[in-house]
């Protein structure tokens, strides 16, 4: 009898592994045109991104005078980014300025993104090379544009936030004054939360459906082992250079679920995090589509979490490190 038990155990175990590496997640490596930047020099000029970051010894912060990266995630976004450039050139010009940049990550759009950016950074009279349009080649998704755009950032803290402009941009401050309490070479995450808000109109006015599988994915989030952060979703975090060195170079996760992945690499590490309240408000023109991305949502957060306890996903740049090795 214990024998059968044992033989199902282990083929359960096989069958788990099997299944998880079937639906695991390798990024593709950049095209060479997705390492390079444009900006509003009045030209169509590309000029390279630095080097990337990744986890070596090597790879240390140069300070170039940059206190603020800012990395915004576009998919077809002429409609909202307007509203949520506006309010980050205010703040920025104001308290940092000649001190930040901000990187567009175009992941593949067609409404001319990338044009919008540039018109929007004249009308600021920015400076050329302070905001950097990447276009991304092949649409990778939301956390393949942001893990993009990080590791290609100068700044001694970086950020990034949605480009519906949901959250207030001044929030930052909040963000700021946790990391810039650590220790000097302390990794450090700052979470932008919006779990203050459940009760409020901006919340409960939301259609019940949206509200159902909000809570559905927060209670798999915490069964799956988040359980320090309450609103792991919110497009508004900041990390330090060590945070952004020591988890984005991993990344596995390319989709929405790929805050959860941040989180875990900071926990398994663990690094300082803080879930700061922000404000927010929902903003129309979503491109989550809610039915099919919910449920890829939960199958990848499923496979993200038991990958990292089987040993499928590792600290080794999602296999870099051991082909460097060999």
Known sequence: MLLYIAIFLVAVVVAVYATVIVFSHKPRAP??????????????????LPARIDSSEKSTFKDTGIELSIVIPCYNETQRLGVMLDEAFEYLEA?????????????????????????????????????????????????????????????RLMLFADADGATKFADIDNLIAFLDGLDK???????????????????????????FLMYGLHTLVYIFGIRDVKDTQCGFKMFNYNAVKNIFPHMHTERWIFDVEVLLL?????????????????????????????????????????????????????????????
């Open 266 to 326: 900071g926990e398994i590490q663990n690094m300082k995090l803080k879930e700061l309240p922000v404000n927010w408000q929902e903003i129309d023109g979503s491109k989550v589509d809610l039915a099919h991305d919910s449920i890829e949502m939960a199958i990848d957060l499923v496979v993200t979490r038991i990958a990292y306890i089987l040993g499928i996903y590792k600290l080794d740049e999602c296999g870099k490190l051991n082909k460097k090795n060999v």
């Open 95 to 155: 308290k940092y300025p000649n001190k930040y940049e901000i990187l567009i990550v175009d992941d593949g759009s067609s409404d001319g993104t990338d044009k919008y950016a540039i018109k929007k950074a004249n009308e600021f009279k920015l400076k050329p090379h302070v905001l950097r349009v990447i276009q991304l080649t092949q649409n990778r998704g939301k956390g393949g544009a942001v893990t993009h755009g990080l590791l290609h950032s100068r700044g």
């Open 31 to 48: 095209f060479p045109t997705e390492d390079q930047y444009t900006t509003n020099d009045g030209t169509s000029e590309k000029y390279p």
């Open 185 to 211: 070479n302390e990794p450090g995450l700052a979470i932008g939360s919006r779990a203050h808000m459940v009760n409020t109109d901006a919340v409960v006015k939301r259609s019940f459906i949206r509200n």
